[in-house]
């Protein structure tokens, strides 16, 4: 068993230069130096939140011929990826635009940003990795930021009998500087720095700080220096568990709850200490809007709030400061974050009571993903190897999860000859004829709603979990345990409000049922047709036939040696497999002659991997005529020869090696695959 001593490791791993470096603190005049080298120091809240946010990065790419960029910062690296936003750049670049606005002081820092979507949509994520990045970044020297303390060199009965008194709402030290020649101040420190590095001092230090520097400046009649002398600057790091810069606030009884949580109480055992209630020292400054200050406070739920509680967001978002119990107004420096769902969204906009909110208010779209691929990374960072060892997940089973919640968030085509599947894979970034960029960037636009409605990933969640612990024993999780699970807990979903929404959800499922058939089908199809030297000869048999028929020319017949016309017959055969009708096949054949003219030209030669369409078609085409010789449909009947069983051996094996299976879930695609190649056979007979 090992062991380990804990003070060895403490000293090898744990520095104390880094706790000092955290804890540093100075006089006034070392904090002006450190700001005068380092202007940043001095931010406001919104400009911190969006340099936070730049710290980690950006890539860009196109979509729909417009440039996107991803801000690296929401697949948060901070922990890994574990609250990472996949899928919703565009409305992440309008959050970051907020920020961007509100940092250059342009109007939004006078707002309340408010994030809106259906349920489970990333909202409290956004959330969490704002409040997260901000604590991180506060530790770092590019984030650093700093607040004051009020000491003195005996128990003084200005601070309250004591030595020491922290600033109760972390106040920024430049505060300190009177109003009447902080203008004077601000020139001479921003002589020569550029413009967006410029300090600003803006507000006045809370009613406690403000009492007690009134106080030292009357005991030094005024001398400022001399009051100064009393303040110790020291690092501020952020942290929500110690609720130092960060809030949250969440509603709760209205009877149990009332206003002071946001704005402070009056502290009712420091009143015989301090002979008043409207002593600021006998004031706690501990509701969310205070201890926020200086960072960001969340509202959960923000809409379920009481009308009052309202109220103080008004001030809070256009004046910027608060109003705590008989005191005068507060200045505070924060940015107020909250989310809601719809219905409560569409309460506000019809309370024509709430007009100054909504005016006050700038609101973010968080939609469902609809891009599989997004959704997909969703289910995996939970579901997978690593978390899940002991239980095998089949290939497509989240895929299909995925394809099925995706499928229920998307809006009718108007365009009759798409499906709701093909719209989703073009949405996926796949391919179809008479479909472009432009086709696909107006089908998005058309659908207005698309995103805000349908199951949300947590439902989804829900159910994968469901069918590990019902189905974990077997040793392997597939589709149809899955789809089972997903069906089964639609009678009790509470956002299905109708049998029409029932009967809906169903027929999406069986879609994504019917896509898995086809999928699992061409899996099993490649498996049996993976010879390579196959598919080549056939390739080079079609190609012959193409080109003698697009230049009408004859074959020679490798057998007869007689020369004969282009085999129509055979070529249709191929190109049936991927649908292209009578009218189109001269098109595709010269296509296929002129690319591979094109490639000659270069001195390169045609590969049939080259063109996927026209690999699919040689793979569909070897299949069909392997698949009665394999005699596939045999499995099912369980009285297989060892010729065959070695064959099934084989396939079973490329599934495993070529397309993630175990031999469990390889069984079962084999068996189902069988099955339905016997209901075809039945069918035709």
Known sequence: MAQINVDDFIQNNYKATD????????????????????????????????????????STYTEYKKEIVRYHFFDDPIQNGKDAVFGIDVHLMKLVNFFKSAAAGYGTEKRVLLLHGPVGSAKSSISRLLKKGLEHYSKTDEGALYTFEWIDSEPSEILGGQKLFHSPMHEEPLKLIPLDIRKKFLEDINKGQKDGHKINIKGEICPADRYIYTAYMEQYKGDWTKMVKHVRVKRLILSEKDRIGIGTFQPKDEKNQDSTELTGDINYRKIAQYGSDSDPRAFNFDGEFNIANRGIVEFIEMLKLDVAFLYDLLGASQEQSIKPKKFAQTDIDEVILGHTNEPEFRKLQNNEFMEALRDRTVKIDVPYITRLDNEVRIYKRDFNSEKIPHVHI??????????????????????????????????????????????????????????????????????????????????????????????????????????????????????????????????????????????QTLCANYIDNVKAYTQKEKIRNKYSNRLEDADERFMRSIEEKIDIPESRKEDFRREIMNYIGALAIEGKQFDYKMNERLHRALELKLFEDQKDSIKLTTIISKVVDKETQEKIDVIKSRLIKNHNYCEICATDALNYVASIFAKGDSAKS
């Open 394 to 535: 089949a290939p497509h089973t989240i895929e299909m999860a995925a394809t099925w919640s995706i499928l229920t968030r998307l809006e009718e085509p108007k365009k009759s000859d798409l499906t709701m599947l093909q719209k989703l894979k073009l949405y996926n970034g796949k391919t179809l004829p008479g479909y472009n960029e432009d086709n696909v960037k107006e089908l998005r636009k058309e659908a207005v709603r698309e995103g805000l409605d349908g199951i949300s990933p947590r439902y989804i969640q829900d159910k994968l979990s469901n069918a590990l612990v019902k189905y974990g024993h077997i040793g392997c999780l597939n589709p149809f345990m899955v789809f089972n699970e997903l069906e089964a807990g639609l009678k009790h979903h509470s956002l299905v409000k109708s049998p029409d929404q029932l009967d809906q959800l169903r027929e999406q499922l069986a879609v994504a049922r019917q896509e898995y058939e086809d999928t699992v089908k061409n899996d099993v199809q490649k498996a049996i047709s993976v010879d390579e030297s196959a598919i």
């Open 19 to 58: 706790f000092s470096h955290l804890h540093w603190n100075g006089s006034f005049q070392d904090y002006v130096d450190l700001v005068v080298a380092n202007p940043k120091i001095a931010r406001n809240a919104f400009q911190r939140v969006h340099d936070m946010i730049l710290s980690f990065g950006t």
